[in-house]
């Protein structure tokens, strides 16, 4: 660490800092307040539902699908929160910048269900098109009316084709792979 650059070393003990003080505030504020448990509900009812719900046969590529999910949604997340698009006044753990509760949860599992349920692309893109709008206009403002949630340089109607784009991508995607279109 002696060999770090000047420069790397302050930003290293700014870093150092800003993660003491974020894990004080996640400690004082955020954990076991209603929004926290609100959040870890919102991660593990949807995942109970999913097992009740998923179709046994397909449960590979709906699992696969559901991953892919998760790894765009938790990349742009994290982006936007670095980018200091938005911030997550509350967390479950204060490691990420984002909500796991929301992003690991409710997000995919609800993106799961419909790649299950609407296989065909008309009706899928029907259904995505209705979560895209929910998710963008009532989701995200109902987020930040409970306080998980708060938008510093974004706008709710950007989030909707980008909620499109990621669950068409993705199944597309997906598709391609398992059946070698």
Partial sequence: MTNLPLQYTEILDSLRHSYALQYIHWLQYELFTWQWW???GLLIIPWLVWWKLVDRT?????LAYGFYII?????MDATGSVLQNWIYPIT??????????LDWGILVVMHM???QHFTRWKEFLIAEFSAATFMA?????????MGIYFVLHWYHYW???IYLMIAVIGKWLIESIVYHR
């Fill in 137 to 145: 206009f009532i989701g995200e403002p109902l987020a930040e009316w």
């Fill in 92 to 101: 479950l753990l204060p490691v990420f910048p984002f909500t796991i509760g």
């Fill in 58 to 62: 397909r449960t590979g590529i709906i």
């Fill in 38 to 40: 609100v959040l870890l």
């Fill in 113 to 115: 269900l419909i790649f």
């Fill in 71 to 75: 790894f765009v949604v938790t990349l």
């Fill in 159 to 161: 989030s909707f084709p």
